[in-house]
Protein backbone atom coordinates (compact mmCIF):
# COMPACT_ATOMS: atom_id res chain seq x y z
CA UNK A 1 0.00 0.00 0.00
CA UNK A 2 1.70 3.60 -1.14
CA UNK A 3 -0.89 5.79 0.45
CA UNK A 4 -0.33 7.67 3.96
CA UNK A 5 -2.46 6.39 6.81
CA UNK A 6 -3.28 9.10 9.93
CA UNK A 7 -4.32 7.39 12.58
CA UNK A 8 -6.47 9.64 15.38
CA UNK A 9 -6.69 7.58 18.59
CA UNK A 10 -4.31 6.95 21.60
CA UNK A 11 -5.36 3.87 22.49
CA UNK A 12 -6.61 1.39 20.23
CA UNK A 13 -5.69 3.68 17.43
CA UNK A 14 -2.00 2.82 18.20
CA UNK A 15 -1.90 -1.18 19.80
CA UNK A 16 -4.00 -2.16 17.46
CA UNK A 17 -4.50 -0.27 14.09
CA UNK A 18 -0.83 1.12 13.85
CA UNK A 19 0.56 -2.31 13.66
CA UNK A 20 -2.36 -3.72 11.35
CA UNK A 21 -1.48 -0.46 8.97
CA UNK A 22 2.57 -1.99 8.74
CA UNK A 23 0.59 -5.70 8.40
CA UNK A 24 -1.06 -4.33 5.26
CA UNK A 25 1.63 -2.95 3.42
CA UNK A 26 2.08 0.81 4.14
CA UNK A 27 5.14 2.48 5.10
CA UNK A 28 4.19 5.78 6.15
CA UNK A 29 1.65 6.85 9.43
CA UNK A 30 1.05 10.29 10.41
CA UNK A 31 0.19 10.64 14.25
CA UNK A 32 0.05 13.11 16.95
CA UNK A 33 2.94 14.51 18.64
CA UNK A 34 1.19 14.19 21.92
CA UNK A 35 1.03 10.33 21.28
CA UNK A 36 4.81 9.27 21.36
CA UNK A 37 4.99 9.00 24.88
CA UNK A 38 2.56 6.31 25.23
CA UNK A 39 3.47 4.74 21.71
CA UNK A 40 6.96 4.60 23.36
CA UNK A 41 5.48 2.95 26.57
CA UNK A 42 4.36 0.12 24.59
CA UNK A 43 7.72 -2.52 23.87
CA UNK A 44 5.31 -4.40 20.92
CA UNK A 45 5.28 -0.58 19.19
CA UNK A 46 8.81 -0.12 18.85
CA UNK A 47 9.42 -2.22 15.19
CA UNK A 48 7.03 0.73 14.09
CA UNK A 49 8.78 4.19 14.86
CA UNK A 50 10.73 3.95 12.08
CA UNK A 51 7.19 4.18 10.10
CA UNK A 52 5.60 7.31 11.63
CA UNK A 53 5.43 11.38 11.34
CA UNK A 54 4.45 13.55 14.07
CA UNK A 55 2.19 16.30 13.67
CA UNK A 56 0.93 18.79 16.30
CA UNK A 57 -2.50 19.25 15.17
CA UNK A 58 -5.67 17.22 14.47
CA UNK A 59 -5.82 19.24 11.26
CA UNK A 60 -2.39 18.65 9.99
CA UNK A 61 -2.97 14.86 10.69
CA UNK A 62 -5.85 15.00 8.55
CA UNK A 63 -4.79 17.30 6.10
CA UNK A 64 -1.46 14.77 5.36
CA UNK A 65 -3.66 11.51 5.14
CA UNK A 66 -4.93 9.39 2.43
CA UNK A 67 -6.37 7.13 4.56
CA UNK A 68 -7.92 8.74 7.90
CA UNK A 69 -8.28 6.13 11.15
CA UNK A 70 -10.51 7.23 13.53
CA UNK A 71 -10.81 4.94 16.70
CA UNK A 72 -11.87 7.16 19.20
CA UNK A 73 -14.85 7.74 21.62
CA UNK A 74 -18.61 7.76 19.82
CA UNK A 75 -19.11 10.81 20.33
CA UNK A 76 -15.45 11.77 19.35
CA UNK A 77 -15.80 10.14 16.00
CA UNK A 78 -19.60 11.90 15.60
CA UNK A 79 -18.02 15.43 15.88
CA UNK A 80 -14.58 14.95 13.80
CA UNK A 81 -16.58 13.54 10.89
CA UNK A 82 -19.21 16.54 11.17
CA UNK A 83 -15.78 18.78 11.46
CA UNK A 84 -14.77 17.42 8.31
CA UNK A 85 -17.19 18.73 5.95
CA UNK A 86 -16.34 21.85 6.74
CA UNK A 87 -13.83 22.73 4.76
CA UNK A 88 -12.06 20.40 1.28
CA UNK A 89 -9.24 17.65 2.21
CA UNK A 90 -7.94 16.96 -1.19
CA UNK A 91 -5.44 13.97 -0.44
CA UNK A 92 -8.27 12.17 1.67
CA UNK A 93 -10.17 9.22 0.01
CA UNK A 94 -11.04 6.67 2.84
CA UNK A 95 -12.22 6.94 6.12
CA UNK A 96 -11.89 4.25 8.89
CA UNK A 97 -13.76 3.97 12.05
CA UNK A 98 -14.48 2.24 14.87
CA UNK A 99 -17.67 0.97 16.38
CA UNK A 100 -20.03 1.98 17.21
CA UNK A 101 -19.58 4.86 14.48
CA UNK A 102 -21.86 6.77 16.92
CA UNK A 103 -23.33 7.03 20.08
CA UNK A 104 -26.86 6.33 18.42
CA UNK A 105 -28.31 4.94 15.67
CA UNK A 106 -29.73 8.06 14.19
CA UNK A 107 -26.29 9.84 14.76
CA UNK A 108 -24.42 7.25 13.57
CA UNK A 109 -26.77 7.32 10.06
CA UNK A 110 -25.63 11.21 10.09
CA UNK A 111 -22.02 10.32 9.91
CA UNK A 112 -22.61 7.87 7.10
CA UNK A 113 -24.05 10.82 4.97
CA UNK A 114 -21.17 13.18 6.01
CA UNK A 115 -18.86 10.43 4.41
CA UNK A 116 -21.02 10.27 1.47
CA UNK A 117 -20.91 13.93 0.95
CA UNK A 118 -17.08 13.44 1.05
CA UNK A 119 -17.39 11.25 -1.71
CA UNK A 120 -14.79 9.24 0.32
CA UNK A 121 -14.82 5.52 1.15
CA UNK A 122 -15.24 3.89 4.17
CA UNK A 123 -14.70 0.76 6.58
CA UNK A 124 -15.94 0.09 10.12
CA UNK A 125 -13.87 -2.39 12.23
CA UNK A 126 -15.90 -5.03 12.18
CA UNK A 127 -13.74 -7.29 12.92
CA UNK A 128 -15.74 -10.55 13.28
CA UNK A 129 -16.83 -10.85 10.15
CA UNK A 130 -12.70 -11.70 8.96
CA UNK A 131 -12.35 -13.93 11.62
CA UNK A 132 -12.06 -17.57 10.05
CA UNK A 133 -15.45 -18.37 11.80
CA UNK A 134 -16.71 -15.38 10.99
CA UNK A 135 -15.95 -16.29 6.92
CA UNK A 136 -17.26 -19.81 7.55
CA UNK A 137 -20.90 -17.99 8.59
CA UNK A 138 -21.02 -16.03 5.30
CA UNK A 139 -20.32 -18.72 3.83
CA UNK A 140 -23.20 -20.48 5.06
CA UNK A 141 -25.40 -18.03 4.20
CA UNK A 142 -23.72 -17.95 0.30
CA UNK A 143 -24.82 -21.25 -0.13
CA UNK A 144 -27.77 -21.85 1.89
CA UNK A 145 -29.86 -18.52 3.46
CA UNK A 146 -33.21 -20.29 3.34
CA UNK A 147 -35.85 -20.98 5.75
CA UNK A 148 -34.26 -24.48 6.16
CA UNK A 149 -30.88 -22.31 7.55
CA UNK A 150 -30.68 -21.39 11.47
CA UNK A 151 -27.52 -19.82 13.47
CA UNK A 152 -26.69 -19.04 16.96
CA UNK A 153 -23.97 -16.87 17.92
CA UNK A 154 -23.34 -17.19 22.14
CA UNK A 155 -21.00 -14.42 23.76
CA UNK A 156 -20.40 -14.26 27.60
CA UNK A 157 -17.14 -12.74 28.74
CA UNK A 158 -17.09 -10.09 32.01
CA UNK A 159 -15.65 -6.48 30.31
CA UNK A 160 -12.38 -4.94 31.53
CA UNK A 161 -14.16 -2.25 33.37
CA UNK A 162 -17.11 -4.85 35.00
CA UNK A 163 -13.63 -6.95 36.01
CA UNK A 164 -11.45 -3.40 36.94
CA UNK A 165 -14.78 -2.10 38.67
CA UNK A 166 -13.88 0.45 36.66
CA UNK A 167 -15.79 4.20 35.10
CA UNK A 168 -15.43 3.89 31.34
CA UNK A 169 -17.95 4.94 28.33
CA UNK A 170 -17.96 1.42 27.42
CA UNK A 171 -20.47 0.29 29.85
CA UNK A 172 -22.71 3.59 29.68
CA UNK A 173 -25.79 3.39 27.08
CA UNK A 174 -25.73 7.11 26.64
CA UNK A 175 -22.39 7.09 25.94
CA UNK A 176 -22.46 4.16 23.06
CA UNK A 177 -21.34 1.27 25.29
CA UNK A 178 -23.47 -1.62 26.75
CA UNK A 179 -23.91 -5.09 25.57
CA UNK A 180 -25.66 -3.82 22.36
CA UNK A 181 -24.09 -0.81 21.44
CA UNK A 182 -20.31 -1.63 22.07
CA UNK A 183 -20.30 -5.51 21.73
CA UNK A 184 -23.11 -6.90 20.06
CA UNK A 185 -22.69 -4.56 17.63
CA UNK A 186 -19.90 -6.62 16.25
CA UNK A 187 -22.38 -9.50 15.60
CA UNK A 188 -24.63 -7.80 13.90
CA UNK A 189 -21.97 -6.14 11.51
CA UNK A 190 -21.11 -9.79 11.03
CA UNK A 191 -24.45 -10.36 10.07
CA UNK A 192 -25.20 -7.40 7.82
CA UNK A 193 -22.27 -9.31 5.67
CA UNK A 194 -24.75 -12.37 5.74
CA UNK A 195 -28.00 -11.09 4.71
CA UNK A 196 -30.96 -8.74 5.00
CA UNK A 197 -32.87 -8.95 8.17
CA UNK A 198 -35.75 -7.90 10.38
CA UNK A 199 -35.77 -8.15 13.93
CA UNK A 200 -38.21 -10.95 15.91
CA UNK A 201 -37.52 -9.70 19.57
CA UNK A 202 -34.17 -7.48 21.37
CA UNK A 203 -34.68 -8.08 25.18
CA UNK A 204 -32.13 -6.58 27.53
CA UNK A 205 -31.82 -3.64 29.71
CA UNK A 206 -33.13 -0.85 28.48
CA UNK A 207 -31.40 1.87 26.37
CA UNK A 208 -32.10 4.42 28.95
CA UNK A 209 -30.49 2.62 31.39
CA UNK A 210 -27.19 3.92 32.31
CA UNK A 211 -25.63 0.41 31.91
CA UNK A 212 -27.01 -2.48 29.57
CA UNK A 213 -24.84 -5.71 30.25
CA UNK A 214 -27.09 -8.25 28.32
CA UNK A 215 -28.39 -8.49 25.28
CA UNK A 216 -30.46 -11.27 23.33
CA UNK A 217 -31.48 -11.18 19.55
CA UNK A 218 -33.66 -12.84 16.84
CA UNK A 219 -33.40 -12.50 14.07
CA UNK A 220 -35.24 -13.58 10.56
CA UNK A 221 -33.55 -13.07 7.19
CA UNK A 222 -35.54 -12.61 4.38
CA UNK A 223 -34.86 -15.37 2.85
CA UNK A 224 -36.98 -16.87 5.89
CA UNK A 225 -33.42 -17.81 7.85
CA UNK A 226 -33.59 -17.23 11.98
CA UNK A 227 -30.45 -16.54 14.14
CA UNK A 228 -30.04 -16.10 17.73
CA UNK A 229 -27.48 -13.57 19.55
CA UNK A 230 -26.44 -13.79 23.32
CA UNK A 231 -24.10 -11.53 24.51
CA UNK A 232 -23.49 -11.51 28.31
CA UNK A 233 -20.59 -8.52 29.10
CA UNK A 234 -20.52 -9.20 32.67
CA UNK A 235 -20.42 -13.03 33.29
CA UNK A 236 -18.25 -13.59 35.69
CA UNK A 237 -17.39 -17.48 35.03
CA UNK A 238 -15.13 -19.21 32.42
CA UNK A 239 -15.61 -17.11 28.97
CA UNK A 240 -18.16 -18.23 26.60
CA UNK A 241 -18.04 -17.96 22.75
CA UNK A 242 -19.37 -20.25 20.41
CA UNK A 243 -21.04 -20.11 16.88
CA UNK A 244 -23.46 -22.81 15.45
CA UNK A 245 -25.05 -22.98 12.00
CA UNK A 246 -27.59 -25.39 10.99
CA UNK A 247 -29.07 -26.42 7.92
CA UNK A 248 -32.25 -28.74 7.62
CA UNK A 249 -31.47 -29.37 11.49
CA UNK A 250 -28.23 -30.99 11.41
CA UNK A 251 -25.05 -28.81 12.26
CA UNK A 252 -23.09 -27.62 8.87
CA UNK A 253 -20.54 -25.26 11.43
CA UNK A 254 -19.69 -25.12 14.93
CA UNK A 255 -16.72 -23.04 16.60
CA UNK A 256 -16.65 -23.44 20.06
CA UNK A 257 -13.43 -21.32 21.14
CA UNK A 258 -14.22 -19.64 24.53
CA UNK A 259 -12.91 -16.17 22.69
CA UNK A 260 -13.79 -15.06 19.17
CA UNK A 261 -10.27 -13.84 18.30
CA UNK A 262 -7.86 -16.27 17.85
CA UNK A 263 -4.53 -15.72 16.11
CA UNK A 264 -4.51 -16.86 12.60
CA UNK A 265 -2.33 -20.05 12.08
CA UNK A 266 1.23 -19.05 11.48
CA UNK A 267 0.88 -15.37 12.60
CA UNK A 268 4.04 -14.05 14.11
CA UNK A 269 2.69 -11.42 15.94
CA UNK A 270 1.78 -12.90 19.25
CA UNK A 271 2.47 -10.23 21.17
CA UNK A 272 0.21 -7.49 19.46
CA UNK A 273 -3.45 -7.28 20.31
CA UNK A 274 -5.54 -10.47 19.01
CA UNK A 275 -7.42 -8.09 16.40
CA UNK A 276 -4.34 -6.76 14.55
CA UNK A 277 -4.61 -9.23 11.98
CA UNK A 278 -8.55 -8.79 10.65
CA UNK A 279 -7.69 -4.91 11.13
CA UNK A 280 -5.45 -5.82 8.48
CA UNK A 281 -7.87 -7.39 6.26
CA UNK A 282 -10.25 -4.75 6.78
CA UNK A 283 -7.63 -1.94 5.92
CA UNK A 284 -7.02 -3.81 2.68
CA UNK A 285 -10.29 -4.34 1.87
CA UNK A 286 -9.78 -0.83 0.60
CA UNK A 287 -8.41 -1.83 -2.92
CA UNK A 288 -11.48 -3.93 -3.75
CA UNK A 289 -15.15 -2.48 -4.69
CA UNK A 290 -16.63 -0.01 -2.01
CA UNK A 291 -20.40 -0.89 -2.85
CA UNK A 292 -20.45 -3.81 -0.44
CA UNK A 293 -18.79 -2.19 2.30
CA UNK A 294 -21.63 0.76 1.89
CA UNK A 295 -24.67 -1.13 2.02
CA UNK A 296 -23.21 -3.28 4.78
CA UNK A 297 -22.53 -0.74 6.83
CA UNK A 298 -25.70 0.83 6.61
CA UNK A 299 -27.62 -2.50 6.82
CA UNK A 300 -25.93 -2.77 10.06
CA UNK A 301 -27.22 0.77 11.63
CA UNK A 302 -30.24 -0.22 10.06
CA UNK A 303 -30.21 -3.90 12.28
CA UNK A 304 -28.95 -1.73 14.99
CA UNK A 305 -31.92 0.58 14.81
CA UNK A 306 -34.65 -2.07 14.68
CA UNK A 307 -33.18 -3.81 17.88
CA UNK A 308 -33.25 -0.69 20.23
CA UNK A 309 -37.14 0.11 18.78
CA UNK A 310 -37.52 -3.40 21.07
CA UNK A 311 -35.99 -2.48 24.19
CA UNK A 312 -38.08 -1.14 26.48
CA UNK A 313 -37.54 2.38 27.48
Known amino acids: ?24 GATQVVVLKRYEEFIHSRPELSQYLKFLDYVDTENECIARSNVLV ?71 YTKFDSSDLAGTIVWKFNAHHYLHNKDS ?17 QVLG ?18 TSDTARRVSVELLSHKGSKFKVLCDSNWTEEP ?54 QVVVKKSISIWSKCESHLKV
Open 169 to 185: WKGRVGSGGGALRFYAI
Open 70 to 140: IARRPKDQYEIINDLIDREWPLLNSVILEKPIAETPCQAMKVLDALDSLAVTYRVGYSFAYLDWGESIRSC
Open 240 to 293: VFSADMYYKNKAIYQFDGGDPFTFPEGYSGSKEDRRVPTLSKILTSLEESDSDW
Open 190 to 207: LLAFCADWDVLSCVGDSI
Open 1 to 24: MSMVFGVLGSGFGLYGYLPAIILA
